[in-house]
C-alpha cells in the first residue's frame, strides 16, 4: 500500500530555516504530483505547495512565496520542503499528499502522518 512518512520537523526561532522530508513508497513516485499542507491548532488543513510530477510546475500559497520550496529526488523517492525565515504563523502540522484528484490543490488520496515544526517569537 502507499505509506508516505514525514521527518525532519522540530523547534526552530523566529527567522530561521527547516527542512522537512517526506518518503514514499507503495507507489511509483516519478509518476505522481507530491503536495504539502499544513494545519495549524484550532484552523483547517491548508494547501502549501504543489509539485508536478516531472519536477518542472509549482504553486505555492501566498503565504509561503517567497519562503519556502519544493523540490523532489526521485532517485530517492522523497519530496522536500526547504523553509527559510520562519515566523511564528508557520507553527503547524506539516503533511505532505500525493495521488491528486486535482492539482495542486486537491482532493488527496494519500496522506502522510505530519511532521510537527514550531516556530518561536
Known amino acids: 500500500q502507499v505509506e508516505l512518512v514525514e521527518s525532519g520537523g522540530g523547534l526552530v526561532q523566529a527567522g530561521g530555516s527547516l527542512r522537512v522530508s517526506c518518503a514514499a513508497s507503495g507507489v511509483t513516485f516519478l509518476k505522481n504530483d507530491m503536495a504539502w499542507f499544513r494545519q495549524a491548532p484550532g484552523k483547517d488543513r491548508e494547501f502549501v505547495v504543489g509539485?508536478?510530477?516531472?519536477?518542472?510546475?509549482?504553486d505555492y500559497a501566498d503565504s509561503v512565496k517567497g519562503r519556502f520550496t519544493i523540490s523532489r529526488d526521485n532517485a530517492k523517492n522523497t519530496v522536500y520542503l526547504q523553509m527559510n525565515c520562519l515566523k511564528p504563523e508557520d507553527t503547524a502540522v506539516y503533511y505532505c499528499?500525493?495521488?491528486?484528484?486535482?492539482?495542486?490543490?486537491?482532493?488527496?488520496?494519500?496522506w502522510g502522518q505530519g511532521t510537527q515544526v514550531t516556530v518561536s517569537s
Open positions: 499528499a500525493t495521488g491528486a484528484v486535482v492539482w495542486p490543490r486537491g482532493p488527496y488520496k494519500y
Open positions: 509539485l508536478t510530477w516531472n519536477g518542472v510546475n509549482t
